[in-house]
């Protein structure tokens, strides 16, 4: 098992790779590169909030409760056959999500 340090270390050279391999893409095609991190961040949020939901619930009645995966994979399966019984575009589907 690394230290601190070594795990640090590991961590920047994985960020040089990715830097080194991304950047002629990110210079080539900007918009391209601005996609991939809004989805990148857009996908952390959610992994975020998950973890979020499970820390809450562990911390208050210390048993880690895995219900909440039925409930992302129930609004998973049912967010596209909506989107088309609705006739949502693209643009109109997720600004409908946030204030579902």
């Known amino acids: 098992m690394a230290g601190p340090g070594g795990t640090w270390a590991f961590v920047g050279a994985v960020v040089l790779v990715l830097?080194?391999?991304?950047?002629?893409?990110?210079?080539s095609d900007p918009s391209f590169f601005l996609q991939i991190l809004v989805y990148g961040l857009a996908n952390g949020a959610i992994y975020a909030l998950i973890a979020?939901?499970?820390?809450?619930?562990?911390g208050i009645i210390e048993l880690i409760?895995?219900?909440?995966?039925?409930?992302?994979?129930?609004?998973?399966?049912?967010?596209?056959?909506?989107i088309g019984a609705f006739g949502l575009t693209e643009g109109q589907a997720p600004s409908l999500g946030l204030y579902a």
């Open 65 to 82: 409760n895995f219900a909440h995966g039925d409930v992302f994979t129930l609004g998973a399966f049912l967010s596209l056959p909506l």
């Open 19 to 27: 830097a080194v391999l991304l950047t002629p893409r990110a210079a």
């Open 52 to 58: 979020l939901g499970y820390t809450m619930v562990y």
